[in-house]
């Protein structure tokens, strides 16, 4: 029977061995992050001032690069609803950028104004009003109007939902007013 030096050459099949055993531990014996620990895309949002119900109910995902604020948020398919009066359409992609307090670069949401659908192209805060720029128009709304998310279809008013539509004095469509 051959005696084992500890200082001579491993075989390839105790490298192999060793790697495999490496492996395993690091899979199943390191601590994963959970579910539970990672934020959402609603959380990410809220971390940059921003209310959740700029994003409608059923993000699936997001990507965000915290260095450039470079984001991604994810939707099972695209999505379209109306709040008082506006309709709003999501693509299943919204990308753009993201810091304290402005939305840049947005692309993959738009509003119906009169009879043709608009890119939001940017979203900012401005005191308690959010401001939605279109790039020729914006608008502004107070913050809490979207305090909560809508849902793809049917916005605040399902049939499934007790939450009514939030009544907000909105004349006419500010969109057409503001520049």
Do not use: H
């Given at each position: 029977?051959?005696?084992?030096?500890?200082?001579?050459?491993?075989?390839?099949?105790?490298?192999?061995?060793?790697?495999?055993?490496?492996?395993?531990?690091?899979?199943?014996?390191?601590?994963?992050?959970?579910?539970?620990?990672?934020?959402?895309?609603?959380?990410?949002?809220?971390?940059?001032?921003?209310?959740?119900?700029l994003?409608?109910?059923?993000?699936?995902?997001?990507?965000?690069?915290?260095?450039?604020?470079?984001?991604?948020?994810?939707?099972?398919?695209?999505?379209?609803?109306?709040?008082?009066?506006?309709?709003?359409?999501?693509?299943?992609?919204?990308?753009?950028?993201?810091?304290?307090?402005?939305?840049?670069?947005?692309?993959?949401?738009?509003?119906?104004?009169?009879?043709?659908?608009?890119?939001?192209?940017?979203?900012?805060?401005?005191?308690s009003?959010?401001?939605f720029?279109?790039?020729?128009?914006?608008?502004?709304?107070p913050?809490?109007n979207?305090?909560?998310?809508?849902?793809c279809?049917?916005?605040?008013?399902?049939n499934?939902?007790?939450n009514?539509?939030?009544?907000?004095?909105?004349?006419?469509?500010?969109?057409?007013?503001?520049?």
């Amino acid at each position: 029977m051959k005696e084992m030096n500890l200082f001579s050459k491993p075989t390839t099949m105790s490298l192999l061995s060793l790697f495999s055993l490496i492996s395993f531990l690091s899979l199943n014996l390191l601590p994963t992050p959970s579910s539970a620990n990672m934020l959402t895309a609603y959380d990410v949002l809220k971390s940059y001032d921003f209310p959740a119900g700029l994003l409608p109910q059923g993000v699936t995902g997001y990507e965000l690069d915290p260095k450039t604020g470079k984001f991604a948020a994810y939707l099972k398919g695209s999505c379209s609803f109306s709040i008082e009066g506006y309709q709003l359409r999501y693509k299943s992609t919204i990308t753009g950028y993201i810091s304290k307090g402005k939305l840049t670069q947005l692309k993959g949401v738009s509003v119906k104004i009169l009879f043709i659908w608009i890119n939001i192209i940017e979203v900012s805060m401005t005191g308690s009003d959010l401001e939605f720029s279109v790039g020729i128009a914006s608008a502004d709304f107070p913050i809490d109007n979207f305090d909560e998310s809508p849902q793809c279809g049917c916005g605040f008013n399902c049939n499934n939902n007790n939450n009514k539509e939030k009544v907000r004095s909105i004349r006419g469509n500010p969109f057409l007013l503001s520049s």
